[in-house]
């Protein structure tokens, strides 16, 4: 089993920055691709950004050149930096990995979630 702990998430005035982290842990071989979900309340969850394991990176169009995407493959954490942060980027979000584990099996994880508030 592959455990996905998110922190970092916070209130923040609008204007501000946060950085939201991801820590893996258990019974990992490699971590292919990573990606930072988030669900606002009354709307379907979205894809923020992802990350391959090569550090090649996509965002979603409203958080280009506000948010930053990252990892540490030797600590198996992601993080993403959100500055400028507004009042709509206000949503629980999510970590995401696909695992290969040591047996190499491949599964999909998720995170508990974090909450970002962004006020006014």
């Known amino acids: 089993q592959v455990q996905l702990v998110e922190s970092g998430g916070g209130l923040v005035q609008a204007g501000g920055s946060l950085r939201l982290s991801c820590a893996a842990s258990g019974n990992i071989f490699s971590i292919n691709a990573m990606g930072w979900f988030r669900q606002a309340p009354g709307k379907q969850r979205e894809l923020v950004a992802s990350?391959?394991?090569?550090?090649?990176?996509t965002y979603t169009d409203s958080v280009k050149g506000r948010f930053t995407i990252s990892r540490d493959n030797a600590k198996n954490t992601m993080y993403l930096q959100m500055n400028s942060l507004k009042p709509e980027d206000t949503a629980v979000y999510y970590c995401?990995?696909?695992?290969?584990?040591?047996?190499?099996?491949?599964?999909?994880?998720w995170g508990q979630g974090t909450q970002v508030t962004v006020s006014s």
């Open positions: 990350i391959t394991s090569g550090s090649s990176t």
């Open positions: 995401n990995a696909d695992v290969t584990n040591v047996a190499r099996a491949r599964t999909n994880y």
